[in-house]
């Protein structure tokens, strides 16, 4: 199972603080579990490390997402079509058309049990994206429970200057 396959991750972790790597990995661990068949894609982008989850191998059908960024440090618990998701409690914070989330300072803050309702029609939501396979894709076995590192950005924007140690 992909919740073992750690290694490149952790190293897009490592220049971050100890208490942000160990917010985002639980947070991972957290959709892990609800949904191991589904596959993890990762982006070491140049303003943040995002990781998000999907039943094929495409960045528009994620359903759910962890974001740490790399001039606050904050995580964000995201959902790739957040805007439609019913969000009784109005807790989802973003304006755009689509994504949506909350920022998680601490996993132990995190609303697991109306987060995985939220998850969960995020999930049924992103499978109404996926189009019909054709008949080239039929002989394609999909991959299930994969993690697969997308993007590797060559330049990384620097840590903003409030987060570095003073000597």
């Known amino acids: 199972m ?6 490149d991750l952790l190293k897009f972790l490592k220049p971050f603080p100890k208490e942000v790597q160990a917010t985002a990995l639980a947070l991972r661990e957290f959709v892990w579990d609800l949904y191991p068949d589904t596959n993890e894609l990762i982006y070491d982008n140049y303003n943040a490390v995002a990781f998000g989850w999907t039943s094929t191998e495409k960045m528009g059908h994620i359903f759910s997402s962890i974001a740490v960024g790399r001039s606050s440090y904050n995580v964000h618990f995201g959902f790739m079509w957040g805007s439609k998701l019913t969000d009784p409690k109005k807790i989802l914070l973003g304006e755009g058309n689509q994504y949506r989330y909350i920022l998680v300072k601490k996993f132990e803050d995190f609303p697991t049990a109306y987060m995985k309702k939220l998850i969960r029609e995020a999930f049924d939501y992103s499978l109404s994206k996926i189009k019909p396979a054709t008949s080239k894709d039929k002989n394609k076995k999909p991959l299930q429970g994969a993690t697969i590192t997308k993007s590797i950005s060559p ?13």
């Open 2 to 7: 992909s919740k073992e396959q750690t290694k």
């Open 155 to 167: 330049v990384k924007r620097k840590p903003a200057r409030r987060f570095l140690k003073k000597k």
